[in-house]
């Protein structure tokens, strides 16, 4: 998947994508990965927003919540349709544990295979 690989790319902590599709109705993919400090989330929200808006398959962005500047709550989450990407500092990561929460969701390969 293009956006994971974005996100190991900008040094994202330990990107996962679960298969959603069977377990949730939101979305057939959430994209979880672990920004290092503020800017760090917003450069790769940066990096979201361009690949997803110049891509036809993905819907406009539409952030969570309506904040001047994001990255402040330890957690972002970016909205691109059928993808929910949670862009998440470590503290948040840990205790919400999303990858526990959603067990039984398919965990698929960030890297295609070599």
Do not use: I
């Not at 996962?16 to 993919?29: F, H, I, N």
């Not at 760090?40 to 398959?57: K, N």
């Not at 470590?90 to 295609?112: C, K, M």
């Amino acid at each position: 998947m293009r956006l994971a690989q974005l996100l190991e790319e900008h040094r994202c902590v330990d990107p996962v994508v679960l298969g959603m599709q069977g377990v949730s109705d939101v979305a057939d993919y959430f994209v979880v990965a672990t920004v290092v400090s503020g800017a760090h989330l917003r450069g790769v929200l940066r990096g979201v927003v361009e690949l997803t808006s110049s891509d036809e398959q993905w819907l406009e962005y539409r952030p969570h919540g309506n904040r001047k500047r994001p990255g402040t709550l330890g957690w972002e989450l970016v909205d691109c349709g059928q993808v929910l990407v949670h862009l998440m500092d470590e503290r948040s990561r840990e205790f919400y544990e999303l990858e526990r929460l959603w067990f039984n969701a398919e965990r698929v390969a960030v890297s295609p295979p070599s």
